[in-house]
C-alpha cells in the first residue's frame, strides 16, 4: 500500500527551554553558558578551524574548573594562566562575569545568522522538525539533550535522532548494543522534554551491494531511517544506481540522505541515472532529502528539479553535528522554493504522528 501524506493539523510549536544551551538568554549568564554560545555561533558560520577549536578546549576547561575559582581568576587577572584560556576567551569570562552579554558574543551574532529569502521563508515557518542530525553518540559535538534543547529554541516540535549506522567506523557508528543504549537514553529525555519529542533514527549505510548496515529487526524498530552512501562514491554508474535503487526499496527506508555524495569543491558527485532513482523514490515513497549542509547542499538544483517533476516527498535537514548547524535549514528552505517543492510533500512540515503515521506504512 503506498503511503500518502497526511493531511495538515494546527500548528502548535514546542515550548522553549528557559535553561537550553548555548542560546541566547535575556540578562546574565555563566561564564560556561557564554563560551556555549560562542561556540554554537561559529559553528552555524561553518567555522572549523583553530578558532573553534580554542573555543571547544577554553569551554571544557572552564566547565572542570569550580566557577568560585574562575571568579577569583578573573578578579585577579589570571585565567589565562589556565591551560587553554587564551585572551578572547578570558574577556567572554570577565564580561559574562560582570552581567553583560560579550562583547565578542554580540560581534558573531551579527556576523553569523544565515540568510533567508522571503520565498524561502514560507518553507522555514512551516518546518515543524529535523529528519537528520548527530550527536556524541557518534560524530556529533553535542549531547542529545543540547541537540534537543536548541531544536526547541528554534521552535520544532520534534527532532530525529540518525546517528552513524557501524560500518562508517571513522565516524563511530553505532552498533545493535549501543543503539540499544541509546533508545534507552532517549527514552528518558523524552520525559524530561515532552512535549517536544526525540524520534528515534539512524543514517544507515548503503553498502555496496544495495544492502543496509543493520538487518531488518533492528529497523523496523526505529521511527525514521535514512539512507545514505558513504563508500565507493566513485564506483560505475550503473552499479550505483542499482546499489541505491535496492536501498530506496527496502520498506525500513524512509528517506534517501545526501544522494550525489558531493562535498562542493571537494569531490564530484556520484554517477547514477537519476530519472531511475527519482522514479523509485516516487513508486516507494522515499523521501528525498534536501540536505542543508553548506559543503552539501544536495542534490543540486538540476536534480531537485527533476525529483520534483517525479512527485517525489522531500525532506529539508540539516544533518547537523553541532547546536549551531541545527540553523542550516534556510538554505534548504531556499533551494525548496527556487525549485518549486510542493511544500506539502516536504514530510517535515507535519506533526511527529503523522510523519510516523506516514512512514509506518510500507
Same mark, same amino acid.
Given at each position: 500500500m503506498p503511503r500518502t501524506g497526511p493531511q495538515r493539523l494546527q500548528r502548535t510549536r514546542g515550548t522553549p527551554a528557559d535553561d537550553a544551551p548555548?542560546? =541566547?538568554k535575556i540578562g546574565r549568564v555563566t561564564p560556561v553558558e557564554a563560551l556555549e554560545r560562542v561556540v554554537h555561533c561559529l559553528d552555524r558560520a561553518h567555522e572549523t578551524g583553530f578558532k573553534t577549536k580554542a573555543f571547544v578546549r577554553a569551554l571544557e576547561v572552564v566547565r572542570a574548573t569550580p566557577p568560585e575559582e574562575i571568579a577569583q581568576r578573573a578578579a585577579d587577572d589570571t585565567l589565562t594562566k589556565l591551560d587553554g584560556v587564551g585572551a578572547v576567551t578570558a574577556t567572554v569570562? #570577565?564580561?559574562? @562575569?560582570?552581567g553583560g552579554t560579550p562583547t565578542y558574543i554580540n560581534k558573531l551574532e551579527a556576523e553569523t545568522q544565515v540568510p533567508l529569502t522571503d520565498a $524561502?521563508?514560507?518553507?522555514?515557518?512551516?518546518? #515543524? $522538525? &529535523?529528519c537528520h542530525l548527530h550527536s556524541r553518540w557518534s560524530d556529533g559535538g553535542a549531547t542529545i539533550e543540547a541537540m534537543a534543547r536548541t531544536a526547541i529554541e528554534l521552535g520544532h516540535e520534534y527532532m530525529v535522532l540518525t546517528d552513524h549506522s557501524p560500518r562508517l567506523t571513522i565516524a563511530h557508528g553505532l552498533s545493535r548494543e549501543r543503539l540499544e543504549q541509546q533508545l534507552a537514553d532517549v527514552a528518558v529525555l523524552n520525559e524530561r522534554l515532552a512535549p517536544f519529542r526525540i524520534l528515534t533514527g539512524i543514517e544507515v549505510d548503503i553498502l555496496e551491494d544495495g544492502l543496509l548496515d543493520h538487518g531488518h529487526d533492528v529497523l523496523a524498530r526505529l521511527d525514521i531511517v535514512v539512507a545514505s552512501v558513504h563508500s565507493k562514491l566513485r564506483m560505475d554508474g550503473k552499479e550505483m544506481t542499482e546499489r541505491m535503487i535496492r536501498a530506496i526499496a527496502d520498506p525500513n527506508v524512509d528517506i534517501l540522505g545526501h544522494c550525489t555524495g558531493r562535498m562542493i569543491g571537494r569531490r564530484p558527485e556520484s554517477s547514477f541515472d537519476a530519472d531511475y532513482v527519482f522514479a523509485a523514490c516516487s513508486q516507494f515513497h522515499t523521501a528525498v532529502e534536501i540536505?542543508? %549542509? !553548506?559543503? #552539501?547542499? &544536495? =542534490? !543540486? %538544483?538540476?536534480l531537485l528539479q527533476l525529483a520534483v517533476d517525479y512527485g517525489c516527498y522531500f525532506?529539508? &535537514?540539516t544533518d547537523a553535528h553541532a547546536? $549551531?548547524? @541545527?540553523?542550516?535549514q534556510p538554505h534548504g528552505c531556499d533551494r525548496a522554493a527556487e525549485c518549486g517543492v510542493p511544500l506539502d510533500r516536504v514530510i517535515n512540515t507535519w506533526s511527529a504522528d503523522e510523519l510516523l503515521q506516514w512512514a509506518a506504512v510500507e
Open positions: 548555548g542560546l =541566547p569570562i #570577565r564580561e559574562a @562575569l560582570a $524561502g521563508a514560507a518553507y522555514r515557518t512551516a518546518l #515543524r $522538525g &529535523d540536505n542543508c %549542509r !553548506p559543503e #552539501r547542499l &544536495d =542534490p !543540486p %538544483r538540476r525532506s529539508i &535537514d547546536t $549551531g548547524q @541545527l540553523e542550516w
